[in-house]
T-cell receptor, first 113, second 115 residues
């Protein structure tokens, strides 16, 4: 069975600071990994995904994530936070064995001016 | 805009009642997924349909049911509603039937409040 753990339900950074949102997964088969963002009162939007190949994945809005199999991690980073990045971020896993996404509990990112 | 539409946006009802949530997938997508987002349970998969047939079930209560129609829109029916059913219900669509790297596109959600 697959599972996702997001460390830290709330993360606060200053504008211009590094953003690091942590995600660890558990999967007995090769996973596909996703980061979604949810702005207030909106649906989920895909930021980036890892399938196969290059372990450093670049997404929209300057975000990127690195797949580390040895650490079973897929942490999301952005070099410089912007006020518009304030939102909730979800890490999710899926495998070839099923179409459903399994989500972590989410991390709410606050950006201070 | 993901291309997935959900109606209504908000729904307020009383305990014991029945409601229907509607979802139209992106043009060309045959798979529809329903998810529930609540404060205590987070985002949980409920059920998946592909081209009119049920493909997978998750943590869906027996009081809940869904179907996908020939035009590919889907409806989630919630009956004998309880206070704990208050949540945000998302629909997502995908081109593929099963797993793999294909993205799921999410609708804006229906916020259900049970009083």
């Amino acid at each position: 069975a697959q599972s996702v753990t997001q460390l830290g339900s709330h993360v606060s950074v200053s504008e211009g600071a590094l953003v690091l949102l942590r995600c660890n997964y558990s999967s007995s088969v090769p996973p596909y990994l996703f980061w979604y963002v949810q702005y207030p009162n909106q649906g989920l939007q895909l930021l980036l995904k890892y399938t196969t190949g290059a372990t450093l994945v670049k997404g929209i809005n300057g975000f990127e994530a690195e797949f580390k199999k040895s650490e079973t991690s897929f942490h999301l980073t952005k070099p410089s936070a912007h006020m518009s990045d304030a939102a909730e971020y979800f890490c999710a896993v899926r495998t070839n064995q099923g179409g459903k996404l399994i989500f972590g509990q989410g991390t709410e990112l606050s950006v201070k001016p | 805009d993901s291309g997935v539409t959900q109606t209504p946006k908000h729904l307020i009802t009383a305990t014991g009642q029945r409601v229907t949530l509607r979802c139209s997938p992106r043009s060309g997508d045959l798979s529809v997924y329903w998810y529930q987002q609540s404060l205590d349970q987070g985002l949980q998969f409920l059920i998946q349909y592909y081209n009119g047939e049920e493909r997978a079930k998750g943590n869906i209560l027996e009081r809940f049911s869904a179907q996908q129609f020939p035009d590919l829109h889907s409806e989630l029916n919630l009956s004998s509603l309880e206070l704990g059913d208050s949540a945000l219900y998302f629909c997502a669509s995908s081109a593929s039937v099963g797993g793999g790297p294909n993205e799921q596109f999410f609708g804006p959600g229906t916020r259900l409040t049970v009083l």
